[in-house]
């Protein structure tokens, strides 16, 4: 069963409107991580955000922020008006407390094209 | 810029050789973790390092191996290789042992072409 699942192969936003982009996720583990990464087409991999699964508020940073819903097992990211440099794919990973170790676990993501 | 740096940036190579890339992580970051992102397998997590001791292994196949220096550099080996090695491999650091609010910063990758 695939663990982080971004169901959202690829999305087209307006520029300056605001985004959504989907995640789920699926653990036992009663602690974990989530993060956000986006990757433009020139191939690094930028860190865009995190939330714990203790975290009680949604994370934020700058334009991004995530949408976290525990009961439903999703983290969405949330990109407030979209630039043309926001074009890129993005992918959702998650961290188990169980895992020694810092594995990142990704869905297979979403490629965002913002148009001008 | 993360701070990682990777080397090379390109690799082409044929089947059956063995290549090594290196990583560099960011200052004060004692773990490296080395990633494979490929077309049909996505991004998956290869290895971790924390101050020179393997921390964690994932799906890191028998043909590949990798170390973390005195230094913090780490080198992934990979030999004999196949036409399905070819791939994006990032290195990434983060300041802890993978703790679960240890962010990851990714190098700007190698990417390895086997003809």
């Known amino acids: 069963a695939q663990k982080i699942t971004q169901t959202q192969p690829g999305m087209f936003v307006q520029e300056k409107e605001a985004v959504t982009l989907d995640c789920t996720y699926d653990t036992s583990d009663q602690s974990y991580g989530l993060f956000w990464y986006k990757q433009p087409s020139s191939g690094e991999m930028i860190f865009l955000i995190y939330?714990?699964?203790?975290?009680?508020q949604n994370a934020t940073e700058g334009r991004y922020s995530l949408n976290f819903q525990k009961a439903r097992k999703s983290a969405n990211l949330v990109i407030s008006a979209s630039q043309l440099g926001d074009s890129a794919m993005y992918f959702c990973?998650?961290?188990?407390?169980?895992?020694?170790?810092?594995?990142?676990?990704f869905g297979q993501g979403t490629e965002l094209s913002v148009k001008p | 810029d993360s701070g990682v740096t990777q080397t090379p940036k390109h690799l082409i190579t044929a089947t059956g050789q063995r290549v090594t890339l290196r990583c560099s992580p960011r200052?004060?970051?004692?773990?490296v973790y080395w990633y494979q992102q490929s077309l049909d397998q996505g991004l998956q997590f290869l290895i971790q390092?924390?101050?020179?001791?393997?921390?964690a292994k994932g799906n890191i196949l028998e043909r590949f191996s990798a170390q973390q220096f005195p230094d913090l550099h780490s080198e992934l080996n990979l030999s004999s290789l196949e036409l399905g090695d070819s791939a994006l491999y990032f290195c990434?650091?983060?300041?802890?042992?993978?703790?679960?609010?240890?962010?990851?910063?990714f190098g700007p990758g190698t990417r390895l072409t086997v003809l």
């Open positions: 990434a650091s983060s300041v802890g042992n993978g703790g679960l609010t240890d962010t990851q910063y």
């Open positions: 200052s004060g970051d004692l773990s």
């Open positions: 939330q714990g699964s203790y975290d009680e």
């Open positions: 990973a998650m961290r188990e407390r169980r895992n020694q170790g810092g594995k990142l676990i």
């Open positions: 390092y924390y101050n020179g001791e393997e921390r």
